[in-house]
């Protein structure tokens, strides 16, 4: 696996992932380049998604990484270059959608909304089915995905009044203008309706996903709680208890040993036990702390 440096682009430093399967799918008409990972992840290469969608690249890994739900989400794989490897940042497909929820469409330009809007709702799960479709090809591929919504059946660029109704002895021209208008003012009433349904909906599955985050966080803290009272009580009972002196396989090993200088020097056991205890300064040998 690849090394890779930290070039002062906000690239990591670290070991690039070799994926076991490499492709690349059409997602919405812009190609993106996908890898199966050796645990069974899915991931697809971040500048190609950002490419996709008109975002600078930059921006967006750095707010990845500062959110603590995707930052581990975000990685480096092996990737081929023209038939090199090369390490690039892949990101999960699983967090694909978190990621573009974290975009405010009110600030993006109204001719993006409707690929960013399509990549968080369908981006995924293309993803997903491409991999777990058998393919004769494991190298490159083309997904067959719809066309893309026009922006208007999504985003609503101003709003509309209901046209006047002519007066009785207006002429035919002018109820033609009017019929039109009204249908064209009837057909904007529908897609605001339509666009005021998706919104709840999304806000309604964005705010079922914070209450999951949110109680997922709420275990971890419980967990770390416990944790930190572990090593506070383990802290305490080893300071009450004291270093571990010797244990009964290393008493037994001392005594062992003594009993062989014993014999080979002819020393008496009290002289080499007397020396033992006064290098560790202790009243008896099997007093000595274990890790010395």
């Known amino acids: 696996m690849a090394e890779h440096e930290n070039n002062g682009n ?15 799918v059409m997602l919405f008409g812009s190609p993106v380049r996908a890898v199966r ?27 990845v990484r500062s959110d603590e739900v ?10 081929d270059v023209e038939g090199v490897s090369q390490p690039m940042d892949v990101l999960t ?8 929820t974290g975009i405010q469409l009110g600030k993006i330009a109204p001719e993006k909304r409707p690929a ?26 083309t997904a067959a995905l719809p066309t893309l919504p026009t922006p208007a059946n999504i985003v609503i660029p101003a709003p509309m009044t209901q046209p006047d109704k002519p007066t009785s002895d207006a002429n035919r021209a002018a109820w033609i ?11 904007w009433q529908d897609d605001m309706e339509h666009w005021r ?46 270093p571990q002196t010797l244990t009964p396989a290393h008493q037994a090993t001392v005594k062992t040993l003594v009993g062989q200088l014993h014999e080979v020097g002819g020393f008496t ?12 300064h202790v009243g008896k040998f099997s007093d000595i702390p274990d890790t010395q």
């Open 37 to 63: 990972l050796p645990d069974g992840r899915i991931a697809a290469v971040f500048t190609d998604l950002t490419d996709a969608l008109d975002l600078y690249r930059a921006s967006q890994a750095r707010r």
């Open 197 to 242: 349904t998706e919104s709840d909906a999304q806000a309604a599955a964005l705010a079922a996903r914070q209450e999951i985050l949110e109680a997922r966080q709420d275990g971890l803290e419980d967990r770390m709680e416990g944790v930190e009272e572990l090593s506070r009580l383990f802290v305490e009972v080893t300071e009450a208890l004291g």
């Open 269 to 280: 056991f009290g002289a080499i036990y007397g020396d033992l205890n006064a290098a560790f």
């Open 93 to 100: 497909a699983w967090a694909i959608p978190i990621w573009l």
């Open 116 to 141: 960013i809007l399509a990549f968080k709702r369908e981006a995924a799960d293309v993803l997903y089915r491409h991999f777990s479709t058998p393919h004769e090809s494991h190298t490159s591929y």
């Open 10 to 24: 906000n690239e990591r430093v670290g070991v690039a992932v070799k994926p076991v399967e490499r492709v690349t």
């Open 177 to 187: 203008d009017y019929h039109q208008a009204m249908v064209a003012w009837l057909e």
């Open 70 to 79: 995707t930052a581990d989400q975000l990685f480096l794989a092996e990737i």
